[in-house]
């Protein structure tokens, strides 16, 4: 089964960092683009970051400079880190595969609050 | 950036009803478009990729149409399960901008 599970959520002072993880099944995440898209509470989607499968980075100017997006191929997972957390950052984080983003996983929640 | 302007931003209609959804883009995006479905507390759903087409295993019930700067998408009868907040978004630029949302209830 196709499947895309994240953790590493939680509540963060401001000022800190916390690094999310994407763990997929059913397919390689280094054979696709992986993208994170995020929700703050009560808002629409924002689309926050991508990899392409050559190993390219983007970013939205809101994150840029304080995340990165990475992955592992060994352990099949995408990752998050966010440094510099702001409380605007308080959103639940998706990942989500390819450009017509097929694939979601269940969402996990940052809070950054003091 | 390109933004994307959806529209209306909330509806409700009797179950159904056909309902349509706008999403204009401030640029030519081609057919670089997708549609998604979002209940509360739930990733969202692909419905629609390439601004036309169904994903697979989507109800039949659910299209989308155009291209360049003008979509449509659109629910031919409403059901009760179809309570949601539907998301246009673009693909042909980075940043892949979504649209604002439109939330549909039940008259």
């Known amino acids: 089964e196709v499947q895309l599970v994240e953790s590493g959520g939680g509540l963060i002072q401001p000022g800190g960092s916390l690094r999310l993880s994407c763990a997929a099944s059913?397919?390689?995440?280094?054979?696709?683009?992986m993208s994170w898209v995020r929700q703050a509470p009560g808002k629409g989607l924002e689309w926050v970051s991508v990899i392409y499968s050559g190993g390219s980075t983007y970013y939205a100017d809101s994150v840029k400079g304080r995340f990165t997006i990475s992955r592992d191929n060994s352990k099949n997972t995408l990752y998050l880190q966010m440094n510099s957390l702001r409380a605007e950052d308080t959103a639940v984080y998706y990942c989500a595969r390819e450009t017509s983003m097929d694939v979601w996983g269940q969402g996990t929640t940052v809070t950054v609050s003091s | 950036d390109i933004q994307m302007t959806q529209s209306p931003s909330s509806l409700s209609a009797s179950v159904g009803d056909r309902v349509t959804i706008t999403c204009q883009a401030s640029q030519d995006i081609s057919n670089y478009l997708n549609w998604y479905q979002q209940k509360p507390g739930k990733a969202p759903k692909l419905l629609i990729y390439d601004a036309s087409n169904l994903e697979t295993g989507v109800p039949s019930r659910f299209s989308g149409s155009g291209s360049g700067t003008d979509f449509t998408f659109t629910i031919s009868s409403l059901q009760p399960e179809d309570i949601a907040t539907y998301y246009c978004q673009q693909y042909d630029n980075l940043p892949h901008t979504f649209g604002g949302g439109t939330k549909v209830e039940i008259k």
């Open positions: 059913g397919f390689t995440v280094s054979s696709n683009y």
